[in-house]
């Protein structure tokens, strides 16, 4: 059933509402291979993932498993390692994992 637009007795679509974006700095989207690297009970973790956008202060990666929100790891390429981060989401996705990566001390130009 369609909203009728009382003025021309057409159907009109209904408003969409968008969300303000609150975010405090600018996403850049980017295709990036790298390395999720942490300690579990003193064993050691690295696992792929792929990084879709970066931020002043933050990273969005999509990977195959979880991990768990709190956990801090170390974020790696092939050719450097990129620094610390603090995962502060993970949220599933498909068969994947959206990872939001708090990281203060990388830059864009690392990437």
């Not at 790696?76 to 990872?99: D, E, F, M």
Request: charged share 20%.
């Amino acid at each position: 059933m369609g909203l009728v637009n009382s003025g021309t007795g057409q159907a009109s679509a209904p408003a969409v509402e968008t969300r303000p974006n609150r975010r405090l700095h600018e996403r850049i989207p980017i295709n990036r291979q790298v390395y999720l690297c942490w300690q579990d009970r003193q064993v050691n973790q690295v696992q792929a993932g792929r990084a879709i956008n970066i931020s002043k202060f933050g990273m969005l990666v999509e990977a195959d498993r979880p991990i768990q929100p709190g956990t801090t790891i170390t974020v790696q390429t092939n050719s450097t390692t990129l620094g610390s981060a603090c995962v502060r989401h993970c949220t599933p996705s498909g068969l994947k994992y959206k990872i939001g990566l708090h990281m203060p001390d990388r830059t864009a130009r690392d990437l």
